[in-house]
């Protein structure tokens, strides 16, 4: 088995980049027809960025979970679909060939359908990193489901938030989960959530710690008992629910510049091509090679790169379920020489923080399975990259830097891995079939080589968000109204004398912090909902690890006990309402913030102050009140 689209050359490359371009959809119509469809589109591709409107493959039915599956059982039942490592070394790992995950997704997707889902409900996965999850994720795209995964370590109130912006009403979730020392009592944090969510019907729960649960008699029921009940009789059916090309697959939520996060919204056909030949292409994946992403399922990487892409392609995707640092900071590089891995897909801040305990626990492991290396997230330093090429590629591994988004479902801009030229720091070049553009400040396209601005783009691509759950017009909002008739991505980005991409972050009111997404505005509403804070700024500032810290001002009333036990409560409010990667690294009280006479906040003199910045900051006459600048800049954390 080979695949006839993955893109060989840079010659090649350059070719399929530009008949991408001038006849894309012939393009896209080439490589869909190498997927299982249950019938053929009308059209290719049918767009207006202005409504917007966005449909791929039109007309077309599939399942994605044939492409993901079946195909595979039919070719090589045996191939490992996935393997996967515990958070304990000593736990035995799993070992889940393609006819054995075919087998349970299609047992759990008749537990999903003895439990009232049907076509079209949405269902919460909140769960650990173990294979069930996966199985949750494929067996409700099997019946036609829409997934809403939330990561495991968001609060009761963000996973109230979500259930009840997507009605959900089904719940998958476990007992508990393990991460590094710490055990996480996922069920009952979501029995908190669900006492606000009077949508949810039922709740299955996989034992996975054997902690203590409370389960509540007519909703909740457990996983292993469910599955019994239909793989003991028998009774369930290995057929796949039809569904339309633009038929909604799943929604996952993601921060933005202003209010509660959004559902971004991916369909079947075209966010299954596009994970799978980015996947294909980046990683440049031959068969019977092991990938390893190190992502959580609960972003969007995990999605894409853990799940759909490589099980698409009949990939071997290693899912672990623990953290680079437990137990000790040679975790990984265990990993990698135990199941033999030859691709791995991690973040910087990853990088960064194994870079931090130098080179004793990278010594004695055999690297030498590694072929490929990748990166996503934020961007790389020049440093963290070396550090990468050098010590765990051994100068030998070529590394793709992989730009992208929630909203673009895969890979927009990157390195096709030994194909096409890796530049340190640069993302480099599209992907054929993404036509990136770069704006100023008033919209105007920069034209040619050496320059920066904010990154658009001006074309459909297969796996790009098409609406916002629930709320299209905040879709258009977000995404195509700041440029007429361009997506806007909210990165800024530099084109160099080579024509090469780099991304250099938001440019917008998101914070990344360890390669996650966060709101500013969502932080400050959670650090507000603390009684005593009367109001409050975020900002971000460079972090060596996490490369963005979050850096709080906070007004607070009156403190009655001393400052370090409020900023304790104020994260303990932050970590309840968002959870614990929404912690401010800082927090600085302040008796006001820098306002302008209309009363909007100058957060770029924050920014500035919080970066270390205490000399130019701009024009601050405009400011209601000039002296607070000094009072913030002495109080510098
Ligand atoms: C996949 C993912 C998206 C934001 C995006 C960027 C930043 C992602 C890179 C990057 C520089 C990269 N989805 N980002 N990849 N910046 N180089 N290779 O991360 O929705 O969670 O975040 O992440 O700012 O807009 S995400």
């Known amino acids: 088995m080979s695949y006839p689209y993955q893109i060989k050359s840079f010659e090649q490359y350059q070719t399929a980049y530009q008949k991408s371009i001038e006849q894309p959809e012939e393009f896209w119509e080439d490589i869909a027809q190498h997927f299982t469809w249950q019938k053929k589109w009308d059209k290719v591709l049918d767009w207006e960025f202005n409504t917007p409107k966005v449909e791929w493959f039109k007309g077309g039915k599939l399942n994605i979970t044939e492409n993901c599956l079946d195909r595979w059982v039919?070719?090589?039942?045996?191939?490992?679909?996935?393997?996967?490592?515990?958070?304990?070394p000593h736990e035995a790992s799993r070992n889940i060939t393609y006819k054995a995950l075919h087998q349970k997704v299609c047992a759990f997707a008749q537990v999903l359908k003895n439990n009232g889902a049907k076509k079209g409900d949405r269902i919460c996965i909140y769960m650990p990193m173990v294979p069930e999850l996966t199985i949750a994720v494929?067996?409700?795209?099997?019946?036609?489901?829409?997934?809403?995964?939330?990561?495991?370590?968001?609060?009761?109130?963000?996973?109230?938030?979500?259930?009840?912006?997507?009605?959900?009403?089904?719940?998958?979730?476990?007992?508990?989960?393990?991460?590094?020392?710490?055990?996480?009592?996922?069920?009952?944090?979501?029995?908190?959530?669900?006492?606000?969510?009077?949508?949810?019907?039922?709740?299955?729960v996989l034992t996975r710690t054997q902690m203590a649960v409370s389960m509540l008699n007519g909703r909740d029921c457990w996983w292993d008992e469910e599955m019994k009940l239909v793989e003991e009789k028998n009774d369930y059916s290995d057929k796949a629910e039809v569904m339309d090309a633009e038929d909604m697959l799943f929604i996952l939520y993601t921060s933005g510049s202003t209010g509660k996060p959004k559902g971004v919204v991916h369909t079947c056909a075209g966010y299954m091509v596009w994970t799978n030949y980015t996947f294909v292409n980046v990683f440049q994946y031959e068969p019977g090679q092991i990938h390893f992403c190190t992502a959580d399922i609960g972003w969007v990487t995990g999605h894409s790169y853990i799940i759909y892409g490589p099980l698409s392609a009949g990939a071997t995707s290693l899912m672990f379920e623990g953290i680079p640092t437990y137990p000790d900071a040679g975790r990984f590089w265990e990993v990698v020489e135990k199941h033999h891995v030859n691709i791995l897909y991690t973040a910087p801040t990853a990088i960064r923080s194994l870079m931090g305990f130098g080179k004793s626990p990278i010594e004695g492991k055999n690297l030498s399975s590694l072929k490929i290396l990748g990166t996503v997230g934020e961007p790389i330093n020049e440093e963290a990259w070396h550090w990468y090429d050098e010590n765990i590629g051994k100068e030998n591994c070529p590394i793709v830097d992989t730009w992208w988004q929630t909203e673009t479902g895969g890979i927009l801009i990157s390195n096709l891995a030994g194909v096409t030229p890796s530049k340190p720091t640069f993302a480099t070049l599209p992907i054929p079939g993404v036509q990136p553009l770069l704006v100023d400040e008033s919209g105007n396209e920069l034209l040619g080589n050496a320059v920066s601005g904010n990154l658009c783009i001006k074309f459909p691509w297969p796996g790009m968000l098409r609406t916002t759950y629930g709320d299209h017009e905040r879709c258009r909002q977000t995404y195509f109204s700041t440029y007429q008739n361009l997506y806007f991505t909210g990165d800024g980005c530099l084109?160099?004398?080579?024509?090469?991409?780099?991304?250099?972050?938001?440019?917008?009111?998101?914070?990344?912090?360890?390669?996650?997404?966060?709101?500013?505005?969502?932080?400050?509403?959670?650090?507000?909902?603390?009684?005593?804070?009367?109001?409050?700024?975020?900002?971000?500032?460079?972090?060596?690890i996490k490369g963005q810290g979050i850096y709080a001002y906070v007004v607070f009333g009156e403190i009655h006990t001393d400052e370090e036990?409020?900023?304790?409560?104020?994260?303990?409010?932050?970590?309840?309402?968002?959870?614990?990667?929404?912690?401010?690294?800082?927090?600085?009280?302040?008796?006001?913030?820098?306002?302008?006479?209309?009363?909007?906040?100058?957060?770029?003199?924050?920014?500035k102050v919080a970066e270390g910045e205490t000399e130019n900051l701009g024009d601050t006459s405009t400011l209601l009140d000039p002296s607070i600048v000094a009072e913030i800049i002495k109080g510098r954390l």
């Open 74 to 88: 039919a070719t090589q039942p045996e191939t490992p679909a996935i393997i996967w490592e515990s958070n304990n």
């Open 495 to 544: 084109r160099d004398e080579d024509g090469y991409y780099r991304i250099t972050g938001r440019v917008d009111d998101v914070l990344n912090v360890s390669g996650h997404r966060l709101g500013t505005a969502e932080l400050e509403n959670a650090i507000n909902m603390h009684s005593g804070v009367i109001e409050s700024a975020i900002v971000g500032y460079p972090h060596d």
């Open 565 to 607: 036990h409020t900023k304790q409560n104020i994260l303990k409010t932050v970590s309840k309402i968002i959870g614990a990667i929404a912690k401010p690294d800082k927090i600085q009280f302040v008796s006001g913030l820098p306002k302008t006479r209309s009363g909007k906040i100058m957060r770029r003199i924050l920014r």
């Open 138 to 204: 494929l067996a409700c795209a099997r019946i036609g489901a829409v997934h809403s995964v939330i990561f495991a370590g968001f609060s009761a109130q963000s996973i109230s938030d979500r259930v009840q912006d997507a009605q959900c009403n089904i719940v998958i979730t476990a007992d508990g989960a393990y991460r590094g020392n710490k055990t996480i009592p996922l069920k009952s944090v979501m029995d908190e959530a669900l006492v606000n969510c009077p949508s949810v019907e039922k709740v299955i």
